[in-house]
């Protein structure tokens, strides 16, 4: 049975439609997925199903009514929850009182907390959540975190669970019990939009697939007799050219170079006799699950932080005393993983942006003064080049999907022709078309002769893209050895230290 | 239309609006107490912009609030609280007061004697500054506390010498009177418009030009922005804290000096009747940009000038006008509360969101 549709919903800003007359439903019991690219409507729709927007022509039923969705409160009340991409939860509160809040059961003026334990672990039991629901959340993991949000939408007791990117920040292993929960949800009867740019796991778990593009629903269709290719093609509007030449060339010259590397901080060491090569023309793939040194790694390399014991040199020389600043301005080029909070200064237009870190080199400036003139010029050959999408030069970087805030980033790193890039997490929460492109620009730097550290968590990207794989576990690198040696469980049980000393 | 102009008129309109809702709400206060507001504002009005002597004493009492509004702005620009105006302002008008008379003393040049005594006040301020600055940069001190507590410090530290080793004649604690010829120049005999405000304006140009076409300048921004990125960016935050404080207490500075040169003619205990702190609400009254902070300031300066007018030809005190200020304060400083006021206009400022899909 029908628990939710959209009748030719239409939304327009100004002469803008984000959404162009979109019809779809959700019925008891299935997985449907929404996908589509960064930007092509779909978080507005979203928030025309929650309340958010009004929309400018449509209508949504509910269980066969006609139903004015107001705000996201009536949203609730009408059965329909929704689980945000950035998690609404408090740290300091346990899992209940997270998920209670607002909403609390009352005995007299107090909150009646041993029914609400009750309940909501009742719930967690129910579904397979496995959550100590005591714990406050504040300790918990990411993937847990996501599960007391999903719990907080069904003690909310809704039919329609809206999931907005949902395994954007979990782990392969964390995907894959998210799913089994999912697929628990379906057999209790719960209509599921999932919102998504990853293909592979919309086959894996969704019953139909509906693809937006530029506001409008362009396809459905069911899983069988869908492929990762032609699901990518109808969400791009054209073939993708994934396919990408290496060459091959003997100059693999050493350019930065770790030997035996620590770092220690707060009386631990992050990073722990850490000894690699990243050679020119070559992509040296660093894999390894968050929180393992990674970052750390990268931001010795950029010299955010300090080398406590060991070498770092470029292009042979100690480089451990010199200043970020001469880093950047000598070719050491960082794709940060975390564009909104490192890579980016939302406030900032999109050319200001451009230019951030690099305001010192010659091409913008001369003796400290910028010639806005020439940074003018630069930005819109980049915005062009790049494709990234955006009304002019003068729009705040914040106002960007996070496709094109990724291009503003990596555009930045790669005009500046550095000798080696450092790209931590390149396509993370990033949509399709810009995956393809940001991995086709790395090959072709790869080809053209810079050494690139590509951190990932992805594996898929790791072994597509490496020339040769190291494994960051703790802190410490527990396997490093040309792609192919190891099959892609094997590097798994590397990264969750499973398996170990095989260097 | 451009984007850049539909933000800018969007945020003059805020501006404009708290303006006028300010002046409401006042208005309305001062009907409850049983005044007519409008021959209030009228006086006001008049006070600061009624004749030529008036439109002068405004853009005079405007002067101090350009350089003190200026120093809390270029912190504010970096991320930073500088809240020490005030005490940076005494430091740089005792040191001008001291040494212009100093110069005159040993003959040299007037112009020379001006210029030192800038320079010199710029620097004291500056090292007065310097302490903040280094305290949060090194030590991760809170700047706002130390800046402030620093005012304090400077007031006594100026009463003691202006009332001990720099006594001038006479009963009440001032220095040495500073010969007419070593004094900033006035535009008419009759008003104290000086040559204070040009330098201000001045100021507000070189500050404008410097976030707008330096590379320090944009990194200096970028760490009021983006702590963060800016670290990964290559800026130095320790050294540019240090940097911002020293400027931003040296322009603070320059309000004392330019009130000793050029208003008194020498300095005096209660120099400022809180000016420094009139610059923080310039500050937030400029909404980020250089040359609302010049705006900012002849608003306030018309209000301090009318304001005076008040106390004698009506029954409200002069005080009001502060009322007037804060209100303001408030309304610029909580922008949704005009969101409540206004009337929803559909679209324009969701637009963008709703791009990012």
């Known amino acids: ?503 | 239309m451009n984007i850049k102009m539909v933000r800018f008129n969007s945020r003059v309109s805020y501006t404009l609006l708290s303006l006028v809702a300010s002046f409401t709400v006042c208005g309305i206060l001062l009907l409850i107490v049983g005044y007519n507001p409008l021959s209030v504002y009228g006086i006001v009005a008049e006070g600061s912009l009624g004749s030529s002597y008036s439109i002068m004493k405004s853009l005079a009492k405007a002067t101090p609030l350009i350089f003190t509004g200026l120093s809390v702005f270029f912190a504010d620009q970096a991320g930073l609280f500088n809240i020490g105006a005030e005490g940076q302002l005494l430091i740089g008008g005792i040191t001008s007061g001291i040494f212009a008379y100093y110069f005159s003393t040993i003959g040299l040049p007037p112009f020379v004697s001006i210029i030192l005594c800038l320079t010199l006040s710029f620097i004291a301020g500056a090292v007065w500054g310097f302490i903040p600055g280094f305290l949060k940069a090194y030590y991760g001190a809170n700047e706002f506390i130390v800046s402030m507590m620093l005012n304090y410090v400077a007031q006594y530290l100026c009463e003691y010498l202006v009332t001990y080793p720099f006594r001038g004649p006479g009963v009440t604690a001032k220095t040495n009177e500073i010969p007419a010829s070593y004094q900033l120049p006035r535009f008419v005999d009759v008003s104290q418009l000086n040559l204070g405000f040009v330098l201000g304006i001045l100021a507000v140009v070189a500050v404008f030009l410097f976030f707008r076409y330096t590379v320090s300048g944009r990194r200096i921004r970028t760490m009021g922005r983006n702590n963060v990125a800016a670290v990964i960016s290559g800026v130095n935050v320790r050294k540019e804290t240090i940097i911002v404080f020293l400027i931003s207490g040296g322009i603070a500075a320059l309000a004392g000096s330019t009130e000793v040169l050029g208003v008194h003619g020498f300095y005096i205990n209660d120099l400022s009747p809180g000016y420094g702190f009139d610059g923080i609400a310039v500050s937030v009254l400029a909404q980020g940009n250089s040359f609302g902070v010049l705006i900012a300031s002849l608003l306030f300066g018309a209000l301090r000038s009318g304001g005076s007018r008040l106390d004698l030809r009506s029954e409200v005190p002069s005080e009001f006008i502060i009322v007037l200020q804060a209100a303001v304060v408030v309304f610029i400083a909580t922008p949704r509360l005009i969101d409540m006021l206004k009337i929803r206009r559909r679209g324009s400022s969701k637009k963008k969101e709703a791009i990012d899909g």
């Open chain 1, 1 to 503: 049975m029908e628990v939710l549709s959209a009748n030719g919903i239409s939304k327009n800003f100004g002469p803008l439609w984000a959404n162009k007359n979109i019809t779809f439903h959700v019925d008891e019991g299935e997985i449907v997925s929404l996908l589509g690219e960064n930007g092509a409507g779909k978080t507005t729709l979203m928030n025309i199903l929650y309340g958010l927007y009004q929309p400018t022509e449509g209508y949504i039923k509910i269980r066969g009514k006609e139903r004015r969705i107001g705000s996201p409160r009536e949203a609730i009340d009408l059965g329909i929850s929704m689980v945000h991409q950035h998690f609404m939860l408090v740290d300091a509160l346990t899992v209940t009182e997270n998920i209670i809040l607002g909403n609390e059961p009352r005995k007299g003026i107090f909150t009646d907390s041993s029914l609400a334990l009750g309940k909501v672990s009742e719930l967690s039991e129910k579904y397979g959540l496995g959550l100590d629901c005591n714990a406050e959340v504040g300790t918990l993991s990411v993937g847990e975190k996501q599960k007391v949000e999903l719990l907080k939408a069904l003690y909310n007791d809704c039919s329609v669970l809206i999931l907005d990117e949902p395994t954007a920040v979990l782990t392969p292993l964390e995907v894959e019990a998210f799913f089994r929960i999912l697929q628990r949800l379906r057999e209790n009867g719960k209509g599921i939009i999932l919102i998504s740019h990853k293909l592979k796991e919309t086959l894996t778990i969704a019953d139909r697939i509906y693809i937006i593009r530029a506001g409008e629903i362009v396809a459905e269709t069911t899983c069988q007799g869908a492929s990762v290719e032609s699901l990518a093609e109808l969400m791009v509007g054209h073939a993708l050219d994934s396919k990408i030449d290496r060459n091959e060339t003997d100059d693999n010259e050493t350019v930065l170079r770790f030997s035996e590397v620590s770092c220690r901080e707060k009386g631990r060491n992050v990073i722990d006799g850490i000894s690699l090569s990243v050679r020119r023309g070559r992509i040296l793939g660093i894999a390894g699950v968050d929180g393992n040194g990674q970052t750390e790694l990268s931001e010795l390399a950029l010299g955010v932080r300090k080398v406590s014991d060991g070498m770092i040199e470029y292009h042979g020389r100690d480089i451990r005393n010199t200043s970020v600043r001469s880093r950047i301005l000598e070719g050491i080029g960082y794709v940060p993983e975390d564009r909104q909070k490192k890579g980016l200064v939302n406030a900032f237009t999109v050319e200001d942006n451009l230019i951030l870190g690099y305001e010192d080199d010659a091409r913008f400036s001369r003796h400290g003064i910028i010639n806005w003139h020439s940074v003018d010029s630069y930005a819109d050959s980049v915005i062009s080049e790049y494709d990234i999408r955006c009304q002019n030069r003068d729009e705040k970087a914040g106002a960007l999907s996070g496709g094109n805030q990724q291009k503003i980033v990596i555009g930045r790193v790669l005009e500046a022709d550095p000798d080696v890039i450092i790209a931590s997490q390149p396509t993370r929460g990033v949509d399709i078309g810009a995956v393809e492109y940001i991995h086709k620009k790395l090959i072709e730097m790869r080809n053209r002769g810079k050494a690139i550290m590509l951190v990932s968590a992805d594996l898929d990207e790791i072994m597509k893209l490496s020339d040769e794989i190291a494994v960051i576990y703790d802190g410490r690198i527990v396997s490093c050895a040309a792609n192919g040696k190891y099959t892609k469980t094997e590097l798994g049980e590397f990264m969750t230290g499973a398996r170990e000393g095989d260097e």
